[in-house]
């Protein structure tokens, strides 16, 4: 079946040391859309990427969408202890857009 | 603020004893969506509603139904609680095709 893998399940840094999880699709999503979840909290939307080979940055934060809208990277700069949560990426397939397949997560810990 | 809202925040029941949840937006989404989630996992669909039309996950159990008597409001009913039902039950909603909006969730305990 349709599924999204999400590497690594989980990534503990030190502050200040940078951060990457990738999601790779195993079907052409219509667009990629990245959450965060706090410990206790529900996701919270961070970004979506839409068009093949599209890069987008929030201040520490850069998400990448790849040529074949099949895989995403989340890439943070100089992780802070804010950034403490899981990151799950997550997306419509293609020809399907009312709901999303979601990647498994990457909890991210980070020691001050 | 447009936001999505759950209620309760907590239910504890116990086995076999029927319960509700709800969630409410104003956000004015056509869709809403019901997900439950266990802990370290990810949020695992069980159905949603595009307008009035209702979409079951395959893999939900029958144990689970839901209502939606207008717009703003959707119901989750789960008719006869087990222990492996106790997760946080998300609701969330979108335009099609757009971003979802999630309420706090509804932590359900089951005795």
């Known amino acids: 079946g349709q599924q999204v893998m999400q590497i690594p399940q989980y990534q503990h840094v030190q502050e200040g040391e940078d951060f990457t999880t990738y999601c790779n699709s195993s079907?052409?999503?219509?667009?990629i859309q990245w959450y965060k979840q706090r410990p206790g909290g529900h996701p919270v939307f961070l970004i979506q990427?839409?068009?093949s080979g599209e890069v987008k940055k929030q201040k520490r934060l850069t998400f990448q969408f790849g040529e074949a809208k099949k895989n995403s990277s989340l890439h943070i700069t100089a992780t802070q202890t804010t950034d403490v949560g899981t990151y799950f990426c997550?997306?419509?397939?293609?020809?399907?857009?009312?709901?999303?397949?979601w990647g498994l997560g990457t909890s991210l810990a980070v020691n001050p | 603020d447009a936001m999505v809202i759950q209620n309760p925040r907590y239910q504890v029941t116990q086995f076999g004893k029927p319960v509700t949840l709800s969630c409410s937006q104003t956000?004015?989404?056509?869709?809403m969506y019901w997900y439950q989630q266990k802990s370290s996992q990810a949020p695992k669909l069980l159905f949603h509603?595009?307008?009035?039309?209702?979409?079951n996950e395959a893999d939900t159990p029958d144990n689970f139904q839901s209502r939606r008597p207008n717009t703003s409001f959707c119901f989750l009913d789960i008719r006869s609680p087990g222990l492996g039902d106790a997760a946080m039950y998300l609701c969330?909603?979108?335009?099609?095709?757009?971003?979802?909006?999630f309420g706090p969730g509804t932590r359900l305990t089951v005795l």
């Open positions: 956000l004015n989404h056509n869709v």
């Open positions: 990427l839409v068009k």
């Open positions: 509603y595009y307008d009035k039309d209702f979409n």
């Open positions: 969330a909603t979108s335009r099609v095709g757009d971003t979802q909006y």
């Open positions: 079907t052409t999503l219509s667009n």
């Open positions: 997550a997306g419509p397939p293609a020809g399907n857009n009312r709901k999303l397949i």
